[in-house]
């Protein structure tokens, strides 16, 4: 069975970047193992000690042992949100990231600034963006109906286009 893991950007449990990842989770093939990781916010700011929190051996065991991971976060102020770059900058010495399968999923107002950055990152952390793998979602909060369901029909598309591009890259 594919292990995927799912990374939100956003603490808040009814943010737009959890509500998509729920709605992917609920296209996920039956194949594959999909997994949201909830603890990006107890990560302590990251730093050069020795002594690694078991909270950041935690996390990266859990990036470690997936065959892909997809983030889906939002922007803020023009960027990546501080807990998700406090998360991947955990990642940076140790190489969980190293050559792992990534699908980038950005669900914001705007995002394209965010979007950037964040495949920016990615890069710097050798992380295997998948072709096909990433997607802009702007004004996200119009393409969601009052109970966190996807209703743009475009968008539905592109998220499967998304997650079999990365089961794609993952199987061969």
Not at 5 to 15: K, N, Y
Not at 96 to 109: G, I
């Amino acid at each position: 069975m594919i292990k995927i893991l799912g990374v939100p950007g956003s603490l808040r449990a009814d943010s737009s970047s959890n509500l998509i990842l729920k709605v992917i989770a609920s296209m996920i093939p039956k194949h594959v193992s999909f997994e949201i990781y909830d603890g990006i916010g107890s990560l302590p700011h990251f730093n050069d000690a020795k002594d690694v929190p078991d909270s950041v051996i935690y996390f990266r065991n859990k990036v470690k042992e997936s065959d892909g991971v997809l983030i889906c976060t939002p922007e803020y102020a023009f960027g990546v949100p501080g807990s998700l770059k406090n998360a991947l900058d955990w990642t940076v010495g140790s190489g969980e990231f190293f050559d792992k399968p990534v699908s980038l999923v950005t669900a914001s107002s705007q995002g394209e600034k965010g979007h950037a950055a964040l495949l920016l990152i990615l890069e710097a952390i050798s992380a295997k963006v998948i072709n096909n793998g990433t997607l802009l979602i702007p004004s996200v909060r119009a393409k969601l109906d009052p109970s966190g369901n996807v209703k743009d029909q475009a968008t539905i598309t592109n998220l499967h286009k998304v997650i079999e591009a990365l089961v794609q890259i993952i199987d061969k």
